[in-house]
Structures are given as C-alpha cells and as structure tokens.
C-alpha cells in the first residue's frame, strides 16, 4: 500500500494500525447482526418448538395405534423414521428457513443499510460470501437441533413398540442428515432470491412459490419432468427420507439417493454464487 | 483527497453526471452545492464505488474506493441517516460495522460519546428521530478515524444545537488535515461551514473555487436611487449604458455604474438625488444565479 502524499491527518484514536484483511472480522460482523435483530431468535426458537411438537405428535400417534409385532419390519422401519420428522415438519422447516435466508440479505437492502455495508466493506464478493457463510452455520445449527431433538425424542416415544431407532441405524443416520441439511439448503435458496428480488414481500413470496410450488408442476413419469422434480431441494428431501422404494408406486424416473445429494449440494452452491454475482455487478 | 475526473453516470437517457472534474483537497472543508437532482448524491456514490461511472474515473487517496477491501479506516461517509436496520440498537449497528474492519469495540463507546448517543445507544435505531439518525451516522463515519470523509446533507433534521456542534465537528477534521466534502442544496448552510465550494447543476462543474472566489465571480453589484425625476435620470443612466430597472416606491435598480459615477451624472444634469445605496448580492443569491443559469442552458439542448 503506497502512502498517500498530501493526507497529514494523524490517528488520535487508539484504533490501531489496519491489521490484514481477515474474512473471520467479516463473519464476527455478521454474526452481530443476525443476533442483535430479535426477531432472529425468535422465529427460530418458536419454529423449532412447533417442528418438535409437530413430530412428537406423530410419534404418539403411532404409538398409540400400533400393536406390536404387526407390520413387516422395512415397512415399521420407514414409519417410525418418518414420524421424527414429517413432512409438516419439512414444510415448516422449508418456509422458515427459505424466509430467514432471504430477509439476511433483504433486511440490507429493504433499509438501505447494504449501502453503510459496502463503504465500510467495499470487497462486496466477501461481504456476501461471510453473510452466506454465518447463514449456512445457523440454519445447519438450526436443523441439526430440530431434526436431531425430534429424533432422539420420537423414537423414546416409540421405545416401547420395539420399532424406535437408534442414531447408529444407517438408514436413521441418513434420514436425519437430509432433515438437518434441509434447513441450510431452503436458506441458501431463499439468499439467493433475496439478492435478486430485494424487495420483502416479492422475496419472501418467490421463495415459498419455487420451495413449495414449484415441484407441483412436474412428475416422474416423463424423463424431463423427473429430471426436473429431481433437481427440487423438497423432492430431494423426500427421496433421502425413503430408506428404499420397495413399498412406494412403481413410477417409470425414481430418484436416487446420490441424485438428491448432488441437488443439495448444488442449490447450497447455486446460490451463494448467484447472490454474489448480483451484488458484485450492480449499483447501490 | 478525493480526485474526479471526467466522470460521467448514465442513467439509460438521462445523464446524471457530467464529465465532471475537480479535486477536494485536505485541510479544508469543501462544501458539494447545487439545486436538488443536480446529481450530488450519484457523485458520492461513484466515488464511494457503489455505482459504476459511465465514464471517468473517481479515486481517493490516488486509487479507485472499490479496489480497498476494508473502507472505514480510509474514508468515512455518511450518505443517508437511513441506511441502517431500524430493528437493531444504535451499539449494535455500530459494534457489528466496527467489527468488519477490525476496529477495537472500544472504539464504539468513543465515537457514541463524541456524536452525543451514549444513552439512547441500547435502544432500537427505529424509535430515533432524524436527528439522532443523523449523528448515529456520523458516528460510524468516524469509527475508523479516517483521512478523508464525506457527508450527504448532514445538516437535515438536526437542532440549531446540532448544527453548531456538526459545524464546529467538521471545521475541526479539517483542520486536523483531513479532507472533508459535505454536500447540501443549500448555500445558507454552507456560508458558515466550508470555505471551499465545488458547485454543480445538472450533473455539471459550475464552480470549483474558495468561498471567496465564489463570492467575487458569481455576487454582482446593484445601485438602488431613488430621485426627484426617475424618469429623466433613467434616460440619463440608460444613454450612459446603464441597465435601468424599476424598483418599489418609485426607486431604481441601476447595473453597470458605481454610486459615484451615478452620483456625477446627476450632478451633470443638475438632478436632485434622494438616495444612492449599493447592494451586493448575497451568496445565496449568487448560487442561485449560478444554478439558474446552468438549468437555462440546458434546457435548450436536445435530450
């Protein structure tokens, strides 16, 4: 850095001397104003409560339905996971996460904060790879507490019926990995939305319509229209929710477990790179 | 020191900024005027990198804002009182900007206590009013003890208190042999604030010149008279190349000759004069002359 000649002002502070440029300052940044907005704690402390409570229902209701010894065990097998974590549950986890993602960026923008941002921090790719960054880490935290509590509770209820899992069952190992994935997927998605969208309502609407609706419109009967739902983060969660497709319809494109990985793993990625391709290129 | 040069925004038909060039030097406060939509605030946001010039470039301290990748400790700016989350504290805002670019926290309770907000820091910046807004933004322009800084119409919503205290704050950086460029619509405002101006219209330099300079090239001066017969000494000051005017309660508004050379005519024509004052321009009248002539000018070109 070359010193700028005609500049003579003197620090009278006790700021320091600039250190390097670390991305950690960017992620502690962050991190402050995710937590110091108190609407964050609260909708993923109440969401979570209701994903638990809503889960917990399901379990009792099988426990108290079920005799023990009826059903053939691949078959209690998929009941007892799927009551830790139904499919309210991924819905409520879908909409909440998705939405969170996509205020972490509208907030900026909705408020003219983003402009406040970018002077303080003109490197606009780390700005918003450190926002997508803090996100994953809370919506993973997020989901790892849902999924994970829901299961270890659900299947406490089930304890009696012989049919609950326990954690080290490959098939329960899976199930809660593509729950507590879930959320940061959904959030990514909702991010990316955010920083094209910009405005509250259109975002927030938008996330719902392409989480939620938009696997609607296409089937497995078709190669293109599978490829399609397949490429959907709710169908892949469905599909890694399913130990294996012996007891569901036969339909002519099933998705596959590594398919639905790869389309997690894809929309994480997708996103974060739309979101700092906009950013980067546009006027504020 | 911030250098423009050339600049030029586009937006689709319309041009915002217009090759415009000038230099704000250290040491001093430079006052940013023209009318509104003058294109001030598009000016700031191209040398603050948020938006990309059409043409031109626009650097601070030798480079372009946006090749930094921290800001604060180089500039400090403060464009809108309302670019920030009304859902978070005043401390929080701050605390979370500090962060990003290593700034001590401790620095917080400094500048909170320097812009006056020590005790409405813990609560939600949306219960504030513009005022506090406002020096909650000059807060975070100070954080990183900056070289240079740049405020957009710092002056709105404050108290008379508040715009003696921003006067004297920004006197004070300047005179700490920082660069500080404060725009506003309004020369009143900067009368007692800067002692540079760099004056635009329509996206383009009217001026770039000291206070004083300004003062002398844009204030013209006028003669009021008021005589027993105006309407001879009209004829008498008109064939003597004089712009006449009439003025109230019979008087006149003479340009061109001074009081005394007035004075000699009438003598000459044996004319009895009543009274004989000269009336400069004020500044605020010389700015709006100035912008006046530059929106006239415009006006006439093809878009």
Redesign the interface.
């Known amino acids: 850095m070359t010193t700028p000649t005609l500049t003579t002002a003197t620090p009278s502070t006790g700021i320091g001397a600039a250190p390097r440029t670390r991305l950690r300052d960017l992620l502690a940044a962050e991190w402050i104003k995710l937590w110091s907005l108190r609407s964050t704690a609260w909708v993923l402390g109440l969401s979570a409560l209701f994903v638990i409570a809503a889960n917990l229902k399901s379990a009792r209701y099988t426990y108290d339905h079920y005799t023990v010894g009826e059903g053939d065990p691949t078959t209690m097998l998929q009941v007892a996971l799927g009551d830790s974590f139904t499919v309210i549950a991924a819905d409520v986890v879908m909409i909440v996460a998705g939405s969170v993602g996509a205020l972490a960026v509208v907030g900026e923008y909705a408020s003219g904060l983003i402009r406040t941002t970018l002077v303080a921090v003109p490197d606009r790719r780390a700005v918003i790879t450190a926002k997508a960054c803090v996100l994953t880490v809370v919506m993973l935290g997020y989901g790892v507490l849902t999924a994970g509590v829901s299961f270890v509770a659900c299947q406490a209820v089930l304890a009696d019926t012989h049919i609950g899992l326990s954690l080290a069952h490959p098939a329960a190992l899976r199930f809660v990995a593509a729950a507590a994935l879930f959320a940061p997927v959904c959030a990514l998605a909702g991010f990316a939305l955010g920083a094209l969208i910009r405005h509250t309502a259109g975002a927030v609407v938008s996330t719902v319509l392409v989480l939620f609706f938009l696997p609607a419109f296409f089937n497995e009967r078709y190669r293109w229209s599978a490829d399609l739902l397949h490429a959907m983060p709710l169908q892949a969660w469905r599909r890694l929710s399913q130990v294996d497709l012996t007891h569901t319809l036969p339909v002519a494109h099933p998705a596959t477990v590594a398919g639905s990985w790869a389309t997690y793993a894809a929309w994480a990625l997708a996103s974060v790179a739309v979101a700092v391709a906009v950013v980067h290129r546009r006027d504020h | 020191?911030i250098e423009v040069t050339e600049l030029t925004k586009r937006f689709g038909r319309t041009t915002a900024v217009d090759r415009l060039t000038f230099t704000v030097?250290?040491?001093h406060v430079t006052g940013f005027l023209g009318p509104n939509g003058a294109g001030k605030s598009t000016t700031l946001?191209l040398i603050?990198?948020?938006?990309?010039p059409t043409g031109g470039t626009a650097t601070v301290?030798?480079r372009p804002?946006?090749?930094?990748?921290?800001?604060?400790?180089d500039?400090g700016?403060l464009?809108?009182a309302?670019?920030?989350?009304?859902?978070?504290?005043g401390a929080?805002?701050l605390?979370?900007?500090a962060?990003?670019?290593?700034?001590?926290a401790?620095?917080v309770e400094?500048v909170l206590h320097e812009v006056g907000l020590t005790k409405a820091a813990g609560r939600r910046i949306r219960g504030y009013s513009l005022g506090m807004r406002q020096r909650l933004g000059i807060a975070?322009a100070l954080?990183?003890?900056?070289?240079?800084l740049l405020f957009d119409e710092p002056l709105n919503g404050l108290d008379p208190e508040g715009v003696l205290w921003v006067r004297g704050l920004f006197r004070r950086l300047a005179a700490?042999?920082?660069?500080v460029f404060v725009s506003s619509h309004m020369m009143a405002e900067m009368e007692h604030t800067a002692d540079r101006l760099v004056v635009v219209g329509r996206g383009r330099l009217i001026a770039d010149e000291s206070l004083t300079e300004f003062a002398a090239r844009a204030g013209h001066t006028d003669v009021t008279v008021r005589a027993a017969e105006p309407d001879r000494l009209a004829a008498v000051l008109t064939a003597a190349g004089a712009t006449v005017r009439p003025g109230p309660d019979g008087a006149l508004a003479v340009t061109g000759p001074d009081a005394t050379r007035i004075g000699e005519l009438a003598l000459e024509h044996r004319l009895l004069l009543n009274s004989l004052t000269t009336r400069t321009a004020s500044l605020e009248e010389a700015f709006m002359e100035l912008t006046a002539d530059s929106v006239e000018y415009l006006a006439g070109e093809p878009r």
Not at chain 2, 82 to 89: I, K, L, N, T
Not at chain 2, 143 to 148: A, I, M, N, Y
């Open positions: 020191m030097r250290p040491g946001r603050l990198g948020l938006n990309d301290d030798g804002f946006r090749a930094r990748s921290r800001g604060l400790r500039v700016a464009l809108d309302g670019d920030v989350h009304g859902g978070r504290s929080a805002h605390r979370a900007l962060r990003s670019n290593a700034i001590p401790a620095r400094e975070g954080l990183g003890d900056p070289p240079v700490e042999g920082r660069t």
